[in-house]
Structure formats: C-alpha cells, structure tokens
Nanobody, 120 residues
Framework: QVQLVESGGGLVQAGGSLRLSCAASGSIFSINAMGWYRQAPGKQRELVAAITSGGSTNYADSVKGRFTISRDNAKNTVYLQMNSLKPEDTAVYYC??????????????WGQGTQVTVSS
C-alpha cells in the first residue's frame, strides 16, 4: 500500500512561482509512475505532468515550458516546480501514483490535494 501527502500550495500573483511536493510512503517500489493532476470547480480532472521510475516525463500542452516535474528517490518525493503561473492554473492539485504513466488505473493511489490559487 502507498500513502501520498501533498504540500506547497498557496496563493500567488500571476507570474509567480510555487513548488509542490508529494511525499510517498509504503510500498513505493510497486509504483512505476507518479504525476500531478488538477481539478478546478466545475471542470474535469486533467493531467498536468507525469514522471516514470526511469525519469521520463510528460506534460500537458498548457504547462510546457512553465512547469517542471522531478523526483528524489532517496526521499520518496516528487516535485512540481510551477513558474509563470496564470489565473487559469488555479485548481486543487493531486498527486498520483500508479503502474502506468499518463493514464490512471484502478490500482492508482491519490493524495488528498493541495490548493493553488493564482490571482491577477
């Protein structure tokens, strides 16, 4: 079993930066991929970024060039560096872990979410 805890969300002005962290505990060796999803009120959940155990990354077109996903295996932690934030980035961000990169499965684990609010 895996437990995921996100942190680092907050309120920032447009153009600012935030760094989200997702700390994993438990059977992390059973995870092939980790990523970040986000969901705004009235909108469906969408993939933001993902990273495999081997270090391969994927990004949503809307965040390419602005966000960077990285990992620290020694700390069992995945990060999302968010730069040049826009009001449309406002959402609850959820950490995800599972066997397949980019897509979710019934075997995935989810964090509780952290709020990111970008003001204009």
């Amino acid at each position: 079993q895996v437990q995921l805890v996100e942190s680092g969300g907050g309120l920032v002005q447009a153009g600012g930066s935030l760094r989200l962290s997702c700390a994993a505990s438990g059977s992390i060796f059973s995870i092939n991929a980790m990523g970040w999803y986000r969901q705004a009120p009235g909108k469906q959940r969408e993939l933001v970024a993902a990273i495999t155990s081997g270090g391969s990354t994927n990004y949503a077109d809307s965040v390419k060039g602005r966000f960077t996903i990285s990992r620290d295996n020694a700390k069992n932690t995945v990060y999302l560096q968010m730069n040049s934030l826009k009001p449309e980035d406002t959402a609850v961000y959820y950490c995800n872990a599972g066997p397949i990169v980019v897509v979710t499965t019934p075997y995935d684990y989810w964090g509780q979410g952290t709020q990111v609010t970008v003001s204009s």
